[in-house]
């Protein structure tokens, strides 16, 4: 079987299993990493937004074989160490979730957490600040509808940030 | 009966045990005051509604709530329901902080097994919880306080009156003090005794009413609450199950079970009467097997059929609407309205973990309905029900969806089949198409008035069976729910119908009626049950009304109001609001009211229908008109924790929304065409409002009200509303956007799950 190597939340990891399997599967199944949550496995959801290099993706559409030993990994577990969080327990965006009591059920708040962070890196690179529009882009689905409270924690996690 | 007020005079004073034990447990009983009222005529629901029914229910075995004090000074309670991010558990803990007098903080709510002798008193639905359990868990933190200010007594050789509790520290009038810890085995008893209590005076509280966060919210933003699937049983390896390409259908024969068996990663596979089981290392692999499997499938029975056969087949069933006053100056208005199927699918699909041994199983799973899960669990296994442990966890979102427990049955049989522990996920096409969701149904008003007063209001609804073969709770009534030809069912559904629904006009002669037909679909409570369809029904023809006798919308419900909180709901939105704010034509207000689990709701929304809204293009969504402002005004009597309910009503001010534009599940063939979230489109960030206001009415009511789902039926018939005010017609159906050309394409039914794609790292962001 093959060998995969990755760097997840800092550190790497090797895991033996075929190229083709999702890397959700790999971090959930297989590595108990379960932040990112199931929704949907086709890439519509976004319930287990994380980021790659930095970046949002949707680890139910990458294949395992396709992540290289460099890439790197981050699921909500290991956004605290991103180095943005500044020491602190929680990143910016977290405190912003707890401050504005964002969730409900929270299955869907870690991929929206993700997604909130890499929107302010998004907007930051293009030298701007996050808009309505970019609030309304957002494709995360919460079916307890906290969107309220999500756009009001993101303008306080971008403050922060 | 125990745990009666102790005289008609001191209505805080109840009954409680210290039940034995090595730390301190104390007991409670629920207060054996059943609401004198019976129903009445010609509105039950507004002297007995569905929540006495539930809190009467659950009187008989309350006294087995209790909550332990722990040596680390901590205490901790096991909540006989359900949190499925309602917030239960914050304002539970809430709760008992405030009697115990211990900070939330150290306050630990969990969730109990599925616990038979508590008979209906584990059943999370009907917005109950708060309602039912309110004065026994505070009588039980009391009597925990008590035992903790008596061992502290001896201890300090003080007397107990002379002693304070407060944040878990008991102190004398000189200074000295003793910690809830270093009382807690102290002040436990060898035996169980009855102690008198008397409960805080509301005007004292210090937690409850005031805003807090949920106790699970840390747990939440890093991703370490743990939800069904996120559990680790050892040996429980990822399960699917592949489904019928017709609704219910059911499998003969999986033709290629030794090429699926050679797949990677594959352990097992099972025909159960749902559909071909298959086990595998992770769920990746299940769904690569389920795609490559080839089954021979019996017909569900609803082959063949599309949304206008059961239109065609609700219409046959609908019954003549009563004669009508026979004035002959007499002007009658009338609406008639289709809904259509929804789905209440929630983020966390239907899943569960079941380890089924020769005379045992163990079944975790999220279950608003635990005790009947448990005995159809036995009953499917061939077991005793003691013989089945059930383990409640937390669910991912419910809206009614776990009242019933579709996949903890499933899992059992699967792991029963296999020999093996299973941990059961459904794949979001199996949830979305299979799963249950709101059945079709046409609400039908007509109205008469006559000289500037309504003479008349009649509403028939007219539905496919809502399922509530869960009963309550517990599987006695689940059996009366489910004797043959549905006539328990029936009587079931015309009981909650009756408790829930109510006009609060003065409307002259008020008439409700249910009919239900057809019991095929895979159907149940959806968030707040029949009220959204009958409230938007009902509030389009007082909209109506109010045309047709020359007045504007807020005025005519203001006059017509017999009840004072719902006018001041009502007034709160419209002035919040402004309502009658001049608008741009295609963009109008609307407003609307709603009465039900004793409290009162109001909704003022502003919609834009103008083209540059129906006209916007979003990749694998809807637009649609856009319902730019929502203010909703909730009085639930008395508030247990205020951020809590705003955040309740801006779930449901979505769900709303949703109802009334964008979901919907077209039947077609036989099967539901939505697939995943590409296809149903409940409430996105492109369609939420940018400006929400949540207004929580200052109550002087000595009881609280229920709130997971009072946030809806207004919001539902306030966009209704609006939307037939900006576009001039009243709509015929709903959502509105059902008879579009559809805005996406048809995954196949064969095989029934969609492939992952593999293109993500192209699309990081």
């Known amino acids: ?161 | 009966m125990d745990a009666t007020p102790a005289s008609g005079i001191d209505r805080r004073s109840f009954l409680g045990f210290v039940v034995a034990g090595t730390t301190l447990v104390a007991a409670a009983d629920l207060l054996g005051s059943p609401a004198g009222a019976a129903p009445g005529v010609p509105q039950p629901a507004e002297l007995y509604d569905l929540n006495d029914f539930l809190t009467e229910a659950a009187t008989p075995t309350a006294n087995l709530i209790t909550v332990t004090v722990h040596d680390d000074g901590t205490a901790s309670f096991e909540l006989p329901r359900m949190e499925v991010g309602q917030g239960i558990t914050t304002s539970t803990a809430m709760l008992i902080a405030e009697e115990l007098e211990l900070p939330v903080e150290k306050v630990r709510v969990t969730l109990a097994d599925a616990r038979p002798e508590l008979l209906f008193n584990q059943l999370t639905g009907g917005s109950n919880t708060t309602i039912s359990t309110y004065t026994p868990i505070r009588v039980a933190a009391a009597v925990a306080k008590g035992a903790l200010l008596e061992a502290a007594a001896i201890q300090l050789g003080d007397t107990v009156e002379s002693l304070r509790a407060r944040a878990g520290v008991i102190q004398a009038p000189d200074g000295r003090s003793l910690t809830y810890a270093e009382l807690a085995r102290a002040a436990a008893s060898r035996t169980t005794r009855p102690v008198r209590v008397r409960l805080k005076d509301p005007a004292e509280f210090r937690v409850v009413g005031v805003g807090h966060g949920r106790i699970d919210a840390r747990d939440a933003v890093t991703g370490r609450k743990r939800f069904a699937t996120d559990l680790r049983v050892p040996g429980a390896l990822p399960t699917m199950v592949c489904r019928a390409p017709t609704l219910n259908g059911t499998p003969r024969r999986l033709r290629n079970k030794r090429t699926i068996l050679a797949m990677p990663g594959v352990r097992d596979v099972a025909l159960v009467d749902t559909g071909v089981a298959v086990r595998a290392e992770t769920f990746g692999q299940c769904i690569e097997a389920i795609r490559a499997m080839d089954v021979a499938w019996a017909d569900g029975p609803v082959a063949g059929l599309s949304d206008a056969d059961i239109v065609e087949e609700l219409r046959a069933a609908e019954l003549p609407l009563p004669a009508l006053p026979d004035t002959p100056l007499a002007q009658t208005v009338e609406v008639d309205v289709l809904f259509y199927f929804r789905s209440n699918s929630a983020m966390d699909t239907n899943a569960a973990i079941a380890d089924v041994r020769a005379d045992r199983a163990t079944v975790w799973a999220g279950l608003k309905s635990p005790i009947t899960a448990q005995a159809r669990i036995a009953e499917a296994l061939g077991l005793d029900q003691d013989a089945v442990t059930v383990h409640v966890v937390q669910g991912g979102g419910s809206f009614g969806r776990r009242l019933f427990f579709d996949g903890a049955l499933e899992a059992a049989k699967i792991s029963q089949a296999m020999g093996k522990p299973v941990k059961l996920m459904w794949h979001r096409a199996d949830d979305a198409r299979v799963g249950r969701g709101h059945p079709m149904a046409t609400s039908r008003v007509r109205a008469v008035h006559a000289g500037g007063q309504v003479l008349a209001f009649q509403q028939s609804h007219t539905s496919v069976e809502t399922d509530f073969r869960h009963g309550l709770g517990e599987i006695i009534t689940a059996r009366s729910a489910d004797l043959p030809t549905g006539l328990g069912n029936l009587g079931f559904a015309e009981t909650v119908f009756e408790l829930t629904q109510e006009v609060p006009y003065d409307f002259g002669a008020i008439t409700q009626t249910l009919t239900e037909t057809d019991d095929r679909f895979n159907t149940g409570s959806m968030r707040n049950i029949y009220s959204p369809d009958v409230r938007t029904a009902g509030e389009l023809a007082v909209d109506r009304l109010a045309e047709a006798m020359g007045q504007d919308p807020y005025e005519f419900r203001r006059a017509h109001l017999r009840n004072g909180r719902v006018r001041a709901v009502l007034d709160a939105v419209a002035e919040a609001g402004r309502w009658g704010r001049p608008m741009p034509t295609g963009t109008a207000q609307g407003i609307a009211i709603h009465k039900e689990y004793k409290g009162c709701s109001a909704c003022l929304v502003e919609i834009d229908c103008r083209p540059e809204q129906t006209g916007r293009d979003i990749r694998d969504g809807v637009g649609g008109p856009r319902v730019t402002k929502a203010v909703f005004a909730v009085d639930v009597g008395l508030v247990l924790n205020p951020r809590g309910l705003e955040a309740q009503m801006q779930g449901g001010i979505n769900d709303g929304i949703a109802l009334a534009l964008t979901s919907s599940m077209h039947l077609r063939d036989g099967h539901f065409l939505e697939a995943s979230w590409d296809n149903y489109f409940y409430t996105r960030q492109w369609n939420t409002p940018p400006e929400v206001e949540v207004i929580v009415m200052p109550s002087d009511s000595g009881q609280p009200g229920g709130a997971g789902e009072a946030g809806v039926a207004a919001t539902f018939a306030a966009v209704a509303c609006a939307y037939a005010r900006a576009t001039g017609e009243v709509p015929a159906y709903f959502p509105v956007n059902h008879r579009d050309p559809l805005a996406f394409r048809v995954k196949p039914f064969v095989p029934p799950v969609p492939q992952s794609p593999t293109n993500g790292r192209k699309l990081a962001w």
């Open chain 1, 1 to 161: 079987m093959p060998r995969q190597t990755f760097v997840l939340n800092g550190r790497s990891v090797t895991v033996d299993v075929h190229d083709d399997v999702r890397v959700l599967w790999v971090l959930r199944d297989l590595l108990g990493v379960t932040g990112p949550k199931y929704g949907c496995g086709i890439n519509v959801c976004k319930a287990c937004t994380s980021h790659l290099n930095g970046r949002a993706f949707n680890p139910c559409s990458v294949r395992v074989g396709d992540l290289r030993p460099h890439d790197r990994v981050t699921t909500i577990e290991g956004l605290a160490d991103t180095g943005e969080a500044a020491g602190a327990d929680l990143h910016p965006m977290q405190q912003a979730w707890l401050d504005r009591d964002v969730a409900q059920c929270g299955y869907c708040q870690p991929g929206q957490i993700m997604a909130a962070v890499a929107l302010v890196r998004k907007v930051r690179r293009e030298g701007r600040s996050v808009t309505d529009a970019d609030l309304d882009a957002i494709r995360n689905i919460c079916r307890c509808g906290t969107y309220t409270r999500i756009r009001e924690a993101i303008a306080q996690g971008e403050r922060r940030m």
